[in-house]
């Protein structure tokens, strides 16, 4: 693939819209439960019950924290997408490739934002519908099989903490920048 090939590009702001559209969604909800639990917390204050006081502080917090995680997520699937794009662009679509990024949802929009970009996207619609991954699969794969993921150190690096991805091509001015 070569950069005369290759689709007008969004600017970044769209590229991590695409990537993070459903998370967004998410961090609305949030953002609103917060507001509610928050609401509800204060009001509790003044009856003094502490169960009551607790239930309500525990769901805010509860709400509060998966604000940041939201984004965090948003920010690490953003690494992926610029992960991918770069080696769509190098290799073209393998299924080597498409299979790292199946295991999630929010992996898959991101591979899916990148293949758009790049022209490839309905290559990778029909990988996943081979694969048996259809829209509606929101529950990423490794909750199925791993019921204690929250304890595992994957979950964590691959999830919130995925590393600044650095892109080697800049798409958007077409202009080689292999390092």
């Not at 917060?34 to 769901?59: G, N, V």
């Not at 991954?133 to 150190?153: E, G, N, Q, S, T």
Request: charged share 20%; hydrophobic share 45%; aromatic share 22%.
């Amino acid at each position: 693939m070569n950069f005369h090939d290759l689709p007008k590009q969004p600017t970044i702001l769209k590229s991590y819209w695409n990537v993070g559209k459903l998370l967004y969604g998410a961090l609305l909800l949030f953002i609103i439960e917060t507001l509610f639990y928050y609401s509800e917390f204060h009001k509790s204050l003044d009856s003094e019950d502490l169960l009551i006081i607790s239930f309500w502080l525990w769901c805010l917090m509860f709400s509060f924290i998966h604000m940041f995680l939201v984004l965090a997520d948003v920010w690490s699937r953003f690494q992926n997408y610029k992960r991918v794009k770069d080696q769509l662009f190098r290799h073209g679509f393998t299924s080597k490739i498409a299979k790292n990024y199946m295991g999630s949802k929010c992996q898959r929009m991101a591979f899916l934002a990148a293949a758009k970009e790049l022209g490839l996207d309905n290559d990778v619609k029909r990988y996943y519908q081979k694969s048996g991954v259809a829209w509606y699969h929101f529950i990423p794969i490794f909750m199925l099989k791993d019921p204690l993921f929250l304890f595992r150190r994957y979950f964590w690096s691959r999830t919130f903490l995925e590393r600044y991805y650095s892109p080697k091509f800049d798409f958007r001015n077409h202009q080689n920048l292999l390092y």
